[in-house]
Each structure stands twice: as C-alpha cells, then as structure tokens.
C-alpha cells in the first residue's frame, strides 16, 4: 500500500532558523510529488512539482529536492509569513488523477 | 484572474440529511478534483473528472457522489449524512491533467454535521 509520511508534525522556528521539513514515501510507481502550503482556513496553495531523483526546485526561500525514498523541504532564513502548514503529495502510476497527501508539517516561524 | 470558487461556504446540517457542494474552477481548467480534510485524517481524495467523466474515485462509500457540467462546473454531493462527515470539502482544478500536481484549490466548504 502507498504511504506519505511527514515528519515532524510540528516545528517552532526563530526568524532566521533555517530547517528541514521531511516527506518519506513507499510507492509503487512514482509520477510525481508535490509540496503545498497551506494557510488556516485556506486551500492547499502549490509550491513545486518534482519528478526524478536528484532534482531540485527553489522559491524565495523554499528549497524542495527529492531522492528514491524522500524528499525534503529547506526553508532558510525564515521570517514569520513563512509559518504554515506544508504538504507533500504524490502521484502515482497506478492511480491517474489521485494526490496521496501526507499529514503535513505545521511550522510556526517566531519574530 | 478569478481563483476557484466553491459553495457554501459554511453549512451545518443533520444525521440523515444530504448536501450538494459546488465548485466553479478557474476559466479554461477542465480537470476538477474533490477532496475531503479532516483533523485526523488529512487531505484524502474523493474524486477526479475531465470533460464531464469521472476518471479516479477514491475509497469512499458510495453515499458520495459527483459529477461536472459541459462547463467544467462540478458538485458532489452526499447522502444520508453521518457524523462522520463532518470535515472541509475542498475542490481543486487544473488545467488538462492533475498529473503536474499543480492543482489550484478553492477555500472549501466546511460541513458540520450534527
């Protein structure tokens, strides 16, 4: 069976604390993961698209890179805006249309 | 450009009851995607359709259902409500395919079910 599994569920940063968000993943057959932001009492808003070990996507402050088990998250030199929960996703060869999301990581980023 | 929309926003109704959900996606998307989040759960996927055809459905029984209009317009709805429903029912489209990942997401409705 796949599973997405984040980890941690939470992380408290200082402004300026870089860190590491986890997503692991056993699948059958990877087309794609995917990370999303999502704010309280919003929707899911979409960060990156990777597809193949070793590639790697950046944005402001956001780092995604992926390998054959894992992908992480580097957010550096966070500022408050960046607090949110983030999430993984993947898609898979044998389930055309469905995202798999993992819990999510909360991150709260203190001035 | 206008984002996804969906309506209500907010509802509140009871055991045994049924709902109807609606999602207008962004202009010219033709893939709308409906997903259930709840606290313990998390974000699970209810169903996918294109061009009016449901192409993937979730594991969900089968008092949820959906469809789309020739307008990409979607709404699911469910039946014979249970507690367990409870949760926020967000739509999301994209423009050909949900196979970049790169779903726009509505704000959702969130069903209180008592």
């Known amino acids: 069976e796949d599973q997405v599994t984040q980890s941690p569920e939470a992380l408290r940063l200082q402004e300026g604390e870089s860190s590491s968000l986890n997503c692991s993943y056993t699948v059958s057959g990877l087309r794609g993961l995917f990370w999303y932001r999502q704010d309280p009492g919003k929707g899911p808003e979409f960060l990156f698209t990777l597809y193949s070990a070793g590639e790697e996507k950046e944005k402001e402050r956001l780092k995604a890179t992926l390998t054959k088990k894992e992908s992480f998250l580097h957010i550096t030199a966070p500022k408050p805006e960046d607090s949110a929960t983030y999430l993984c996703a993947v898609h898979t060869t044998d389930s055309w249309g469905k995202l798999q999301f993992g819990a999510g990581t909360q991150v709260v980023v203190t001035p | 450009k206008a984002g996804v929309t969906q309506t209500p926003r907010y509802l509140i109704k009871t055991r045994g009851q049924q709902v109807t959900l609606s999602c207008s996606p962004i202009s010219g998307h033709r893939s709308v995607s409906w997903y259930q989040q709840t606290p313990g759960q998390g974000l699970q996927f209810l169903f996918e359709y294109f061009s009016e055809t449901q192409r993937n459905k979730g594991n969900f029984p089968g008092r949820f259902s959906g469809r789309q209009f020739s307008n990409s317009r979607s709404e699911m709805n469910v039946s014979t409500l249970e507690l367990g429903d409870s949760a926020l029912y967000l739509c999301?489209?994209?423009?050909?395919?949900?196979?970049?990942?790169?779903?726009?997401f509505g704000e959702g409705s969130r069903l209180t079910v008592l």
């Open positions: 999301a489209s994209s423009l050909a395919s949900p196979d970049t990942g790169e779903l726009f």
